[in-house]
């Protein structure tokens, strides 16, 4: 947490949080708790952390400061857990966990996903699972790499769903070892297929990362180099007799081939825009994390030893490298957002007042694109103000591509809240009578002062939030 921070608020904080909020305080979001209770109707993640909420009388964001400990401690433990079945000595299972640790954050190639988030979500404790559930496997403990892959589909089914196509391909390859590859992935479970409505097209040409053509040099570099090492460590480990290294190599190649095709595949043909939600290569997450173990690993046994100076000339440097990357993605907030302290972060100060100074069913408008204002730090005004709001074109757009029928509501809202910055009087009211629209919060200093006829009881250097009457 040093290296890479703590964000109880941010990012897809502000999909998954309202959900167990919503059950640990129904009355909480009367009004479109559709753009994250569609997420959490889908995993037993919500009520999970309601539940040990509840168990423990522990108010929420202490608690999730522990899942997101626990999520952190037990990655660690997979790692070594995976690193022992890939080598023999314990020092190739503390490089694999010296690394993992380092490199937590590392970004996904083109799926804006991290190995681990900086806050809690389903995704952290989908993948210890996952991992678990491979190192299981390879040490031919089936029953408890079940247990694993049920609680990853539990707590997040669509990524637990690549750990369970890996897990029967590495069984498969291992029994059979076909002579050619074979199949190696399938459709996610957990999604539904009806017919996208048309307003769908506008949220699909959003979502950058479900289009692979779509992806930057570099994203193609991340997807196409895991591969290429996975060939090279296949021979290798052939060469060493490195039984359990070559086999998950040798799987991985075909795992990540066959999701780019159909990635491609899904990407081309407009009939097909509904199904790129299907993600093929979020497997890469997968393919990361076991690279990052099977890599520090290699480093332990072979490269650093027994020698500590070398241990600390490769990971002071990449620790510090990662805190600064980390600080740069949040530089209006403190590095470790603890749940006693106050948030430094301006946007976050107005929202807090929100929460304990404004009805529990007041509907707030907000710049639709808030979330990537400079200094907003991405904080989730639902997460961290508890409130209801009008739909925004950062996480509600992602949550209306992967359910298609949430499309519509949300270009609606969407169009209505166009030029927000722009807003005056008269644009809130049309918001009142059209919505309920009861609150709104803007940035100060944008090119129309809204103060004049409206009553703003509350205002910081950055944001004011004032009442619509």
């Not at 997420?39 to 964001?61: C, E, K, M, Q």
């Not at 690993?297 to 490769?314: A, C, K, N």
Request: hydrophobic share 50%.
């Amino acid at each position: 947490m040093l290296i890479h921070g703590y964000h109880p608020y941010a990012e897809d904080a502000e999909i998954y949080l309202p959900g167990v909020l919503k059950i640990l305080n129904p009355s909480l979001f009367p009004t479109n708790t559709e753009f994250f209770g569609e997420h959490a109707g889908h995993s037993l993640y919500p009520n999970l952390i309601a539940f040990s909420v509840r168990a423990t009388h522990t108010p929420l964001p202490w608690a999730a400061l522990v899942w997101q400990v626990c999520s952190i401690f037990l990655l660690l433990a997979a790692s070594w857990r995976l690193a022992s079945a890939f080598f023999d000595e314990e020092l190739a299972n503390w490089g694999a966990v010296a690394l993992m640790t380092a490199l937590l954050t590392l970004p996904i190639a083109g799926t804006t996903l991290y190995i681990l988030d900086q806050f809690l979500n389903p995704r952290n404790l989908a993948a210890f699972a996952v991992l678990f559930a491979i190192a299981e496997v390879l040490h031919r403990n089936y029953g408890r790499a079940a247990l694993w892959l049920a609680f990853g589909a539990a707590v997040h089914p669509f990524m637990a769903s690549f750990g369970i196509l890996f897990c029967i391909w590495i069984v498969l390859l291992d029994r059979y070892r076909p002579s050619i590859l074979g199949f190696a992935m399938a459709l996610p479970f957990g999604i539904t297929f009806e017919p996208a409505p048309p307003a769908y097209h506008e949220v699909a040409l959003r979502q950058r990362a479900h289009f692979v053509l779509r992806w930057e040099w570099y994203e193609w570099l991340g997807m196409i180099a895991p591969v290429l090492l996975f060939w090279w460590l296949a021979k290798w480990a052939r060469r060493r007799g490195a039984k359990n290294l070559e086999l998950v190599s040798r799987a991985m190649v075909p795992f990540v081939l066959v999701a780019a095709v159909a990635a491609i595949g899904l990407g081309i043909p407009a009939r097909l825009e509904a199904l790129t939600r299907l993600q093929p290569l979020r497997c890469l997450a997968l393919c990361y994390m076991v690279l990052v173990v099977i890599g520090g690993g290699l480093l332990g046994q072979y490269v650093l030893r027994r020698h500590i100076w070398r241990w600390l000339v490769l990971f002071l440097p990449l620790s510090f490298g990662m805190f600064f990357a980390q600080r740069q993605l949040f530089p209006a907030s403190a590095h470790i957002e603890w749940p006693w302290s106050q948030p430094r972060n301006q946007w976050a100060q107005a929202f807090d007042w929100i929460r304990e100074n404004t009805p529990v069913d007041a509907l707030f408008a907000l710049d639709p694109r808030h979330m990537e204002l400079p200094g907003e730090d991405e904080n989730g005004f639902r997460a961290r103000a508890q409130r209801s709001m009008l739909a925004d074109l950062v996480k509600d757009k992602g949550a209306s591509s992967m359910f298609p029928p949430l499309s519509v509501k949300w270009a609606e809202q969407t169009a209505e809240e166009k030029n927000f910055d722009r807003f005056g009087k008269d644009d809130f009211e049309r918001l009142r009578v059209k919505y309920g629209v009861t609150w709104v919060v803007k940035q100060v200093g944008t090119s129309r002062e809204i103060s004049a006829g409206l009553d703003c009881p509350y205002k910081n250097s950055t944001v004011m939030v004032c009442r619509v009457d």
